[in-house]
Structures are given as structure tokens and as C-alpha cells.
């Protein structure tokens, strides 16, 4: 089994910062693949971006690109999600995941799942 924790989110003005961190543990070898989604209120889980170890390949959704950073420390078997130049409707709670294959951006074929963590961008 694989845990994740999440640590970061927070409240920040439209065009700042914030970094939010994944930690893994467990049986982190088999992990291929983290990503990070979001959900707004009344809205569905979507994708925000995945890293894929197999094929150092980076994927981000269209919303963020430019913007949003996704990086990893595999020695700590950690991941992160720098974010800049936030807006408004980068507001949810943002979630890691992870698989034990590659990239996708359907967070029904991510078997891990970290706790939510808010993140609100004010006007």
C-alpha cells in the first residue's frame, strides 16, 4: 500500500503563490505516476497535472499551463505543485494521487489519493 500526505494550500491574493507538497510512504517503489486534481464546490474532480517516472514525461491541464509547476524529490519520494500567478477560479481543494503506471488524466485510474487541501484565491 501506498499513503499520501499533503501539506501546503492556504489562502493567497489573485497572482501569488503557494506550494503544495506530497509526501509518499508505504511501498513507494511501485509508484510510476503522481498527479495532482482539483475540485471545486459543486463541481468534479479534475485533473491539474501528472508526472510519469517510466517516461519522464509532464502533462498539465490547458488552465494552467505557464503557471503551474509539478515536480518531484524521489530520493524523499515526494512531490510538489508550485503554483503562480493564481486567479480566482484556481479556488478548490486540491488532492494528490498516484498510480502504479503512466501518466493519466482521469483520476478514476489513480489508485492512491492523499488528503484535500484547500486552497482559496481571493479577488
Known amino acids: 500500500q501506498v499513503q499520501l500526505v499533503v501539506s501546503g494550500g492556504g489562502l493567497v491574493q489573485a497572482g501569488g503563490s503557494l506550494r503544495l507538497t506530497c509526501a509518499a510512504s508505504g511501498r513507494t517503489s511501485s509508484i510510476v505516476t503522481m498527479a495532482w486534481f482539483r475540485q471545486a464546490p459543486g463541481k468534479e474532480r479534475e485533473f491539474v497535472a501528472a508526472k510519469s517516472w517510466s517516461d519522464v514525461s509532464t502533462r498539465y491541464a490547458d488552465s494552467v499551463k505557464g503557471r503551474f509547476t509539478i515536480s518531484r524529490d524521489n530520493a524523499k519520494n515526494t512531490a510538489f505543485l508550485q503554483m503562480n500567478s493564481l486567479k480566482p477560479e484556481d479556488t478548490a481543494v486540491y488532492y494528490c494521487?498516484?498510480?502504479?503506471?503512466?501518466?493519466?488524466?482521469?483520476?478514476?485510474?489513480?489508485?492512491?489519493w492523499g488528503q484535500g487541501t484547500q486552497v482559496t484565491v481571493s479577488s
Open positions: 494521487a498516484a498510480r502504479r503506471e503512466g501518466s493519466s488524466i482521469m483520476y478514476t485510474e489513480y489508485s492512491y
